[in-house]
């Protein structure tokens, strides 16, 4: 297994411009979410979905916009860029949550994003 | 809302010294709480995880945490700092209910020879 994957590595952007982060894991995880992780601020969830279809926001979603048409495919839209999305951007994925069970979050190797 | 502090963004320790980060969490409800750790330039690892079973919880290379539910932390050891324990590590708290992970800020340690 791959694991979470994501692409690019590395992206320098000019504000105004779009772009789209690719997430994908082969675990058949249902469950899987986007954080930007900024320095002394931990990482912060921008959305998450429970499923293919099925997205809701998290707590930084101004700027971002998914859509999940595939169990394994999550990516993550930039429609305009800003300065303020310089980041490093992570990708995870769990199995759902099962009342009383553990489900680890598996996490991507990141995308570092400057926005100029 | 949840919330997770981490004390210090930044701990130094010398090789083979005591490591204590510190981590207090507010929930009305008990949560899970888990450590996480990232090497440089990696994504997050899993090194620990509490979910009620055992207050004392043993994790990956030789690190360990204690839930205190009086005190609501959960800080993290390990007796011997080694140089490859240089990394950040993050404490984060889910609710019992669900797939959402609130972290803390975030700690540093670097690991004097």
């Known amino acids: 297994n791959a694991g979470v994957t994501q692409t690019p590595k590395f992206q320098v952007l000019k504000t105004g411009q779009s772009m789209t982060l690719q997430c994908a894991q082969d675990?058949?995880?249902?469950?899987m979410s986007w954080y930007r992780q900024d320095p002394g601020m931990g990482l912060r969830l921008i959305h998450y979905?429970?499923?293919?279809?099925?997205?809701d926001q998290g707590e930084v979603p101004n700027g971002y916009n998914v859509s999940r048409s595939t169990t394994e495919d999550f990516p993550l839209r930039l429609l305009s860029a800003a300065p303020s999305q310089t980041s490093v951007y992570f990708c995870?994925?769990?199995?759902?949550?099962?009342?009383?069970?553990?489900?680890?979050?598996?996490f991507g190797p990141g995308t570092r994003l400057t926005v100029l | 809302a949840q919330s997770v502090t981490q004390l210090g963004s930044h701990v130094s320790v010398s090789e083979g010294a005591l490591v204590l980060l510190r981590c207090n969490y507010s929930?009305?409800?008990?949560?899970?709480l888990f450590w996480y750790v990232q090497y440089p330039n990696q994504g997050l690892q899993l090194l620990l995880k509490?979910?009620?079973?055992?207050?004392l919880v043993k994790g990956i290379n030789g690190f360990e945490a204690e839930f205190k539910k009086s005190e609501t932390s959960f800080h993290l050891t390990k007796p011997s700092a080694h140089m490859s324990d240089a990394a950040e590590y993050f404490c984060?708290?889910?609710?019992?209910?669900?797939?959402?992970?609130?972290f803390g800020g975030g700690t540093r340690v670097l690991v004097k020879p």
């Open positions: 995870a994925s769990s199995y759902p949550h099962v009342s009383g069970a553990y489900n680890e979050q598996f």
């Open positions: 675990m058949n995880h249902e469950y």
């Open positions: 979905s429970v499923g293919a279809g099925i997205t």
């Open positions: 929930s009305s409800v008990p949560p899970y």
């Open positions: 509490y979910t009620s079973a055992a207050t």
């Open positions: 984060a708290v889910r609710k019992a209910a669900g797939n959402k992970l609130t």
